[in-house]
């Protein structure tokens, strides 16, 4: 990898003026609706101990945190839009083995907007936000773009910025059209590390849905992303992908088959897919399999099973897929995950989840393999109308062949006060 282009990231008074830009167009659109403005601003305090926050293979020792967060909701809506503009910023001190990895002080500052307006035959849907964090390993971080797990072992902030725009046409009619477009900017500052550098990801999409009877619909989706990596010398890099489906409500479920073709610079990928779902009052099951040819030519089984059971104060859920899919990078690799999770609410003010999950990620070319395990348990206490107190326990496990094996505990206790504002 090469170095990273220079970048002036946006100075926390810039992040406000446009925050404040926002707020003043929000209040202008306010003014020609019914129903008035909410406001909703939220604190939390929380402790969180772990014994290896950093997934360190050396395991360097335990980690404290202290912190406090912010956060906002503004909304405006009629019955035909919605307008939402959020933020939250932190404060934070740490004592323990990532002291000096971890920044202190005010940390972590994010502001997203959303726009939804709707009529008897359109939707158009809006969305842009900031988010600025540390790099540091601190967590899994989940990627939605390239639905991938990324593990970051350096110091330094990322900053990540966005849009995504969608308007579906003819929602009514049996022919509609989606045209959706999106791009995403990922930063770094203040690392030496060489493999991370700043990234672009645009993308555009154009969807076809057909109602052919009142029980069958197909759909067509064409897609493009573009990705670049500046600090790669491939330059940019296209992925073209065709989506079609057809899907068939029955009785007692419904039955849906698919194929998938996926143009990449290493290739062309082709899926086969078929998936039958079963409903009842309490229980639902979906299971799929199919075949995929790689971009080597090899060819591939894929498929999964997505289970809910309803629980007279709560749920179990199960879902288990193996795919073949373009990571971060647009590299090809095979996911096989699991999920497993549970709820339930033990009385009127308290609840408790818990949830499993393991994600097995192999290099179909070059690359390393990894392997991603979380163990979480979590209780939830309503105290008062607008007081929360949440008490997690949570086990992670992370072996990748390029740093091998490191496994963190961790306990975090968090205290929350929401605020509602009503004009």
Same mark, same amino acid.
């Given at each position: 990898?090469?170095?990273?282009?220079?970048?002036?990231?946006?100075?926390?008074?810039? /992040?406000?003026?446009?925050?404040?830009?926002?707020?003043?167009?929000?209040?202008?659109?306010?003014?020609?609706?019914?129903?008035?403005?909410? !406001?909703?601003?939220?604190?939390?305090?929380?402790?969180?101990?772990? #014994?290896?926050?950093?997934?360190?293979?050396?395991?360097?020792?335990?980690?404290?945190?202290?912190?406090?967060?912010?956060?906002?909701?503004?909304?405006?809506?009629?019955?035909?839009?919605?307008?939402?503009?959020?933020?939250?910023?932190?404060?934070?001190?740490?004592?323990?083995?990532?002291?000096? =990895?971890?920044?202190?002080?005010? &940390?972590?500052?994010?502001?997203?907007?959303?726009? +939804?307006?709707?009529?008897?035959?359109?939707?158009?849907?809006?969305?842009?936000?900031? &988010?600025?964090?540390?790099?540091?390993?601190?967590?899994?971080?989940?990627?939605?773009?390239?639905?991938?797990?990324?593990?970051?072992?350096?110091?330094? #902030?990322?900053?990540?910025?966005?849009?995504? %725009? $969608?308007?579906?046409?003819?929602?009514? %009619?049996?022919?509609?059209?989606?045209?959706?477009?999106?791009? #995403?900017?990922?930063?770094?500052?203040?690392? +030496?590390?060489?493999? !991370?550098?700043?990234?672009?990801?645009?993308?555009?999409?154009?969807?076809?849905?057909?109602? !052919? @009877?009142?029980?069958?619909?197909?759909?067509?989706?064409?897609?493009?992303?573009?990705?670049?990596?500046?600090?790669?010398?491939?330059?940019?890099?296209?992925?073209?992908?065709?989506?079609?489906?057809?899907?068939?409500? !029955?009785? @007692?479920?419904?039955?849906?088959?698919?194929?998938?073709?996926?143009?990449?610079?290493?290739?062309? $990928?082709?899926?086969?897919?078929?998936?039958?779902?079963?409903?009842?009052?309490?229980?639902?099951?979906?299971?799929?399999?199919?075949?995929?040819?790689?971009?080597?030519?090899?060819? %591939?089984?894929?498929?999964?099973?997505?289970?809910?059971?309803?629980?007279?104060?709560?749920?179990?859920?199960? =879902?288990?897929?193996? +795919?073949?899919?373009?990571?971060?990078?647009?590299?090809?690799?095979?996911?096989?995950?699991?999920?497993?999770?549970?709820?339930?609410?033990?009385?009127?003010?308290?609840?408790?989840?818990?949830?499993?999950?393991? +994600?097995?990620?192999?290099?179909?070319?070059?690359?390393?393999?990894?392997?991603?395990?979380?163990?979480?348990?979590? &209780?939830?206490?309503? /105290?008062?109308?607008?007081?929360?107190? @949440?008490?997690?326990?949570?086990?992670?496990?992370?072996?990748?062949?390029?740093?091998?094996?490191?496994?963190?505990?961790?306990?975090?206790?968090?205290?929350?006060?929401?605020?509602?504002?009503?004009?």
């Amino acid at each position: 990898m090469g170095r990273s282009v220079p970048y002036h990231a946006p100075r926390l008074s810039g /992040l406000l003026g446009a925050g404040a830009g926002l707020l003043i167009g929000s209040a202008a659109l306010a003014q020609d609706q019914n129903d008035g403005p909410i !406001l909703r601003l939220g604190l939390s305090t929380s402790a969180q101990f772990n #014994t290896n926050r950093s997934l360190d293979t050396d395991d360097t020792g335990s980690t404290t945190d202290l912190s406090a967060r912010l956060d906002f909701l503004l909304r405006f809506a009629t019955p035909i839009q919605s307008l939402d503009l959020s933020g939250d910023i932190g404060l934070r001190t740490v004592n323990g083995a990532t002291e000096g =990895e971890l920044a202190t002080g005010i &940390v972590d500052p994010s502001l997203r907007f959303s726009y +939804t307006r709707q009529s008897r035959d359109a939707q158009l849907d809006a969305s842009a936000f900031y &988010v600025e964090r540390d790099v540091f390993a601190s967590e899994l971080q989940f990627d939605p773009v390239t639905a991938d797990f990324d593990l970051l072992d350096t110091s330094g #902030t990322q900053r990540q910025f966005g849009f995504d %725009a $969608r308007l579906e046409l003819r929602r009514r %009619a049996p022919f509609g059209i989606t045209l959706s477009a999106g791009f #995403t900017g990922l930063r770094f500052s203040d690392t +030496t590390d060489p493999d !991370l550098t700043d990234e672009d990801r645009f993308r555009a999409g154009l969807g076809l849905r057909f109602d !052919l @009877n009142p029980v069958t619909q197909a759909t067509v989706d064409m897609r493009l992303s573009t990705f670049e990596d500046f600090g790669a010398g491939e330059g940019r890099q296209d992925t073209y992908t065709l989506n079609t489906a057809v899907r068939r409500t !029955l009785s @007692n479920g419904s039955l849906r088959l698919s194929a998938n073709i996926e143009d990449t610079e290493d290739g062309t $990928r082709y899926t086969l897919r078929g998936a039958r779902g079963f409903e009842t009052d309490i229980w639902r099951v979906t299971g799929s399999l199919g075949l995929t040819r790689e971009v080597d030519g090899d060819i %591939a089984t894929v498929g999964g099973v997505d289970l809910a059971y309803d629980l007279p104060n709560g749920a179990i859920t199960a =879902e288990f897929d193996r +795919t073949i899919r373009s990571g971060t990078d647009d590299a090809e690799e095979e996911v096989t995950s699991l999920a497993l999770g549970y709820r339930t609410q033990l009385n009127a003010l308290t609840g408790f989840n818990a949830q499993f999950s393991f +994600t097995d990620r192999k290099a179909t070319g070059a690359g390393d393999d990894g392997r991603f395990a979380t163990l979480s348990l979590a &209780v939830q206490r309503q /105290l008062t109308r607008d007081w929360s107190v @949440n008490v997690g326990l949570e086990h992670r496990i992370v072996d990748d062949d390029s740093s091998g094996r490191a496994d963190d505990s961790l306990l975090r206790v968090s205290l929350r006060r929401d605020l509602l504002a009503r004009r």
